[in-house]
Protein backbone atom coordinates (compact mmCIF):
# COMPACT_ATOMS: atom_id res chain seq x y z
CA UNK A 1 0.00 0.00 0.00
CA UNK A 2 1.60 3.37 -0.76
CA UNK A 3 3.00 5.91 2.16
CA UNK A 4 0.46 8.45 1.21
CA UNK A 5 -2.81 6.52 1.36
CA UNK A 6 -1.36 4.72 4.58
CA UNK A 7 -0.73 8.35 6.15
CA UNK A 8 -3.69 9.89 5.20
CA UNK A 9 -6.15 8.70 7.68
CA UNK A 10 -3.75 9.85 10.69
CA UNK A 11 -2.81 13.30 8.92
CA UNK A 12 -7.14 14.28 9.03
CA UNK A 13 -7.49 12.71 12.69
CA UNK A 14 -4.11 14.46 14.35
CA UNK A 15 -5.61 17.49 12.29
CA UNK A 16 -9.36 17.16 13.56
CA UNK A 17 -7.61 17.03 17.10
CA UNK A 18 -5.58 19.62 16.99
CA UNK A 19 -8.07 22.04 14.93
CA UNK A 20 -10.63 21.32 17.78
CA UNK A 21 -8.52 22.21 20.75
CA UNK A 22 -7.23 25.50 19.03
CA UNK A 23 -3.04 24.01 18.86
CA UNK A 24 -2.57 23.74 15.22
CA UNK A 25 0.56 25.26 15.71
CA UNK A 26 1.94 23.22 18.36
CA UNK A 27 0.88 20.14 16.53
CA UNK A 28 2.89 21.13 13.50
CA UNK A 29 6.36 21.49 15.98
CA UNK A 30 5.62 18.40 17.34
CA UNK A 31 5.42 16.99 14.13
CA UNK A 32 8.55 18.46 12.91
CA UNK A 33 10.43 16.88 15.40
CA UNK A 34 9.34 13.61 15.52
CA UNK A 35 8.98 13.15 11.70
CA UNK A 36 12.76 14.13 12.00
CA UNK A 37 13.48 11.61 14.41
CA UNK A 38 11.34 8.86 12.18
CA UNK A 39 14.11 10.03 9.23
CA UNK A 40 16.83 8.95 11.50
CA UNK A 41 18.29 5.75 10.44
CA UNK A 42 19.40 4.67 13.69
CA UNK A 43 15.72 4.74 14.80
CA UNK A 44 14.18 3.21 12.28
CA UNK A 45 16.51 0.36 12.76
CA UNK A 46 15.31 0.31 16.42
CA UNK A 47 11.62 0.15 15.29
CA UNK A 48 12.01 -3.07 13.85
CA UNK A 49 14.08 -4.00 17.31
CA UNK A 50 11.90 -6.64 19.60
CA UNK A 51 13.84 -5.43 22.46
CA UNK A 52 11.88 -1.73 22.32
CA UNK A 53 8.89 -1.47 23.62
CA UNK A 54 6.04 0.97 22.10
CA UNK A 55 6.70 3.43 25.23
CA UNK A 56 10.43 3.30 24.58
CA UNK A 57 9.97 4.37 20.64
CA UNK A 58 7.16 7.02 22.12
CA UNK A 59 9.71 8.88 23.78
CA UNK A 60 12.12 8.81 21.41
CA UNK A 61 9.85 10.87 19.23
CA UNK A 62 7.96 12.83 21.83
CA UNK A 63 9.33 16.18 22.15
CA UNK A 64 10.69 18.11 24.87
CA UNK A 65 7.92 19.42 26.77
CA UNK A 66 4.98 17.69 25.52
CA UNK A 67 3.68 15.62 28.32
CA UNK A 68 3.45 11.73 28.15
CA UNK A 69 -0.23 11.82 28.40
CA UNK A 70 -0.82 14.84 26.12
CA UNK A 71 -2.94 14.43 23.32
CA UNK A 72 0.08 14.56 20.48
CA UNK A 73 1.63 11.34 22.81
CA UNK A 74 -1.51 9.39 22.80
CA UNK A 75 -1.68 10.17 19.12
CA UNK A 76 2.09 8.37 18.56
CA UNK A 77 0.90 5.57 20.47
CA UNK A 78 -1.84 4.66 18.68
CA UNK A 79 0.44 5.05 15.26
CA UNK A 80 3.17 2.52 17.63
CA UNK A 81 0.88 0.10 17.78
CA UNK A 82 0.25 -0.15 14.49
CA UNK A 83 3.52 -0.03 14.24
CA UNK A 84 3.37 2.81 11.89
CA UNK A 85 5.86 5.52 13.21
CA UNK A 86 7.77 5.26 10.54
CA UNK A 87 5.11 6.80 8.32
CA UNK A 88 5.36 9.93 10.48
CA UNK A 89 6.91 12.09 7.79
CA UNK A 90 4.63 11.53 5.36
CA UNK A 91 1.92 12.26 8.36
CA UNK A 92 3.69 14.98 8.90
CA UNK A 93 3.33 16.46 5.43
CA UNK A 94 -0.30 15.82 4.78
CA UNK A 95 -1.00 17.54 8.12
CA UNK A 96 0.49 20.81 6.84
CA UNK A 97 -1.84 20.80 3.62
CA UNK A 98 -4.86 20.42 6.22
CA UNK A 99 -3.46 22.80 8.14
CA UNK A 100 -2.97 25.43 4.78
CA UNK A 101 -6.31 24.45 3.61
CA UNK A 102 -7.54 24.96 6.46
CA UNK A 103 -6.33 29.08 6.81
CA UNK A 104 -6.57 29.48 3.17
CA UNK A 105 -2.58 29.32 2.40
CA UNK A 106 -1.36 27.79 -0.58
CA UNK A 107 2.06 26.06 -0.38
CA UNK A 108 4.14 26.92 -3.98
CA UNK A 109 6.90 25.54 -4.92
CA UNK A 110 9.27 27.63 -7.12
CA UNK A 111 12.19 26.17 -9.20
CA UNK A 112 14.01 28.90 -11.00
CA UNK A 113 17.16 29.06 -12.94
CA UNK A 114 18.81 32.06 -11.22
CA UNK A 115 17.79 32.82 -7.53
CA UNK A 116 14.69 34.95 -7.18
CA UNK A 117 15.05 38.96 -5.52
CA UNK A 118 12.76 39.69 -2.60
CA UNK A 119 10.56 42.05 -5.12
CA UNK A 120 10.38 39.33 -7.52
CA UNK A 121 8.91 36.62 -4.78
CA UNK A 122 6.37 39.82 -3.32
CA UNK A 123 5.75 40.13 -7.16
CA UNK A 124 4.85 36.67 -7.73
CA UNK A 125 3.24 35.84 -4.15
CA UNK A 126 0.57 38.84 -5.41
CA UNK A 127 -0.15 37.22 -8.64
CA UNK A 128 -0.81 33.64 -7.35
CA UNK A 129 -2.41 35.18 -4.55
CA UNK A 130 -4.98 36.76 -6.92
CA UNK A 131 -5.21 33.96 -9.03
CA UNK A 132 -5.74 31.28 -6.32
CA UNK A 133 -7.69 33.95 -3.77
CA UNK A 134 -6.07 32.30 -1.06
CA UNK A 135 -2.51 33.53 1.23
CA UNK A 136 0.51 32.20 -0.48
CA UNK A 137 3.48 30.27 0.76
CA UNK A 138 6.49 30.59 -1.19
CA UNK A 139 9.12 27.80 -1.23
CA UNK A 140 11.83 28.39 -3.68
CA UNK A 141 15.03 26.71 -5.13
CA UNK A 142 17.23 27.30 -7.77
CA UNK A 143 17.95 25.15 -10.69
CA UNK A 144 20.26 26.26 -13.38
CA UNK A 145 19.05 23.28 -15.21
CA UNK A 146 15.74 25.15 -16.30
CA UNK A 147 18.19 27.62 -18.56
CA UNK A 148 15.99 30.64 -17.43
CA UNK A 149 12.54 31.26 -16.46
CA UNK A 150 10.65 28.96 -13.36
CA UNK A 151 8.25 26.30 -12.72
CA UNK A 152 5.22 26.76 -10.39
CA UNK A 153 3.95 23.99 -8.79
CA UNK A 154 0.83 24.32 -6.44
CA UNK A 155 0.54 20.84 -6.01
CA UNK A 156 -2.71 20.39 -8.15
CA UNK A 157 -1.19 22.84 -10.53
CA UNK A 158 1.74 22.83 -12.86
CA UNK A 159 3.00 25.99 -14.93
CA UNK A 160 5.94 25.59 -16.31
CA UNK A 161 7.51 28.92 -17.69
CA UNK A 162 11.08 27.51 -17.97
CA UNK A 163 13.34 27.88 -21.16
CA UNK A 164 13.95 23.57 -20.67
CA UNK A 165 10.36 23.14 -20.67
CA UNK A 166 9.48 25.22 -23.97
CA UNK A 167 12.46 23.46 -25.47
CA UNK A 168 10.85 20.16 -24.58
CA UNK A 169 7.13 20.64 -25.71
CA UNK A 170 8.60 22.39 -28.94
CA UNK A 171 10.67 19.29 -29.69
CA UNK A 172 7.94 17.07 -28.71
CA UNK A 173 5.98 18.82 -31.61
CA UNK A 174 8.86 18.57 -34.51
CA UNK A 175 8.47 15.38 -33.61
CA UNK A 176 5.05 14.80 -33.97
Known amino acids: ?4 TLARPYARAAFEVAHET ?26 NDPQVTS ?9 VGVA ?3 PFSRFLAEMAEWRRLALLPEVARLYEVF ?6 ELLVKVTSALAL ?6 RLKASLKHRFKREIELETRVDAALLAGAV ?3 GSEVID ?6 LERLSGALRN
Not at 117 to 122: I, S, T, Y
Not at 161 to 166: E, L
Open 161 to 166: GSARGR
Open 55 to 63: EQLIALHLP
Open 152 to 154: IDT
Open 99 to 104: KRESQS
Open 117 to 122: DAEQAE
Open 22 to 47: GSLNAWSQAFAFAAAVAVDPRVARLS
Open 1 to 4: METT
Open 68 to 70: ADA
